[in-house]
């Protein structure tokens, strides 16, 4: 059986924890065991401030996955993220030895670990080191340098790094959980494993995983990452609009927007009223719906330009040809897609994880608001480059062959050794004549 995977996404309203292995019918694709979730305490914003009780909510999505799965889990792949997480490029090379020798996927392993040894600003560190485009003695420039000849090697990195005590409180709460991490990833990275397509990877896409109180994206090109950000804002800032202007409690303003929140036009128009319970010895409250959803447009509208104006920023608005895909629990709020296309003006859809589930997974599963947790399970066996799958396959081809060579030489070297010794009656005789 394949190796068991358990994915455990962090967020600032829930903890959902999906447990799964590869499927044996398509090997792209997640065959699930069981999920869990636990609503998340102790976490502000997408961090944590309150390890123990951040502990307690992990290990009840954890338990509630053994449960369902009957499966004891020991290490998870989990998420990381917070407006802490930042981007930069960087600049990595190698010398290598000589000319003649074709580059290897050693070689390009070398650059890239090279690569986490550089100095980060005070009290961070780095989670990834992606690497664009290869340059081969200051000319040939190449995204996959393996089998080419050269001496100097060269490379820009995307280089993202988080908050040393934000990494060291996942690491201190999962623990009290009793799992350890195996791979900590950016949510939005964590998401794009899960409902982006190959083919939109290649085309130019951005990723907007659109959670509770954090907007990540992630532009991919040429099938590689391109661009990341965080922006610090999320869908419990448009809670707390509706909660202000509708005097209600968070609680009901969450789910006055779960409910009846929408920015669709006949949403806007209508007359329909909700009454909302009272507070102790106090009157039932009437709130119309239509305000509700023109609180939300405002809002959405307003945080939408934000990502615009970052994606703009990013260099690479004119080459999304496959426009924009919208994911997390925010992204389920009727409406969303077309105002992100209004403002942006790129083709939009919302993504969801079932393209990489095995048909027969669980329907909750196939919901933006799982994107990550399915993500981080598929981590296990998928890699965020499309170069790192190949380099694997080739270091596993090359293994095998060793292997087998390896027999060869045994055999040959029994054989002549074999021979030595029938022979030696021999020499020695010719020798003890001389």
Known sequence: MSKIIAGLDIGTNKICVVIGTQSQYDSHKLEVLGMGKATADGIVRGMIVNIDKAAVSIKQALQAAEEDSGISINVVNVNISGKHIA??????????DAVEQEITVEDINKLTNDMYR??????????HAMPQEYTIDYEIVTQDPVGMSGVKLEANFH???????AIQNIHKCIRKAGVEAEIIMGSCLAASLAVLSDEEKEAGVCLIDFGASIIT?????DSIIRYTATIPVGGSVITADIQQSCMVMERQAE??????????????????????????NRAPKEVIVSNVSKIIKARLEEIVVFVY???????????LVAGIVVTGGSANLPGMQSIVQHVTGLET????????????????????????AVGLTLAGFKALDYR???????????LDFSKKNTKKEKKGRFSFTRMITKTKSFLVDDYDDK
């Open 87 to 96: 981007s930069a490029c960087h600049h990595g090379s190698i010398t290598r």
């Open 118 to 127: 550089i100095v980060t600003p005070p009290g961070t560190e780095m989670i």
């Open 159 to 165: 280089v993202i790094t988080a908050k040393t005590h």
């Open 217 to 221: 994206l992630v532009i991919f090109f």
């Open 255 to 280: 789910l006055l927007k779960i409910k009846f929140g929408s920015v669709e036009p006949e949403a806007l128009s209508a007359k329909a009223i909700v009454t909302i319970p009272g507070l102790r």
């Open 309 to 319: 104006e970052e994606i703009l920023c990013s260099g690479f608005y004119e080459k």
């Open 349 to 372: 859809r919302l993504g969801s994880p079932d393209e990489y589930l095995e048909e027969g997974s669980s329907k909750d599963l196939c919901n933006p608001i799982y994107a990550a």
């Open 388 to 398: 790192q799958a190949y380099y694997q396959a080739a270091k596993s081809a090359d």
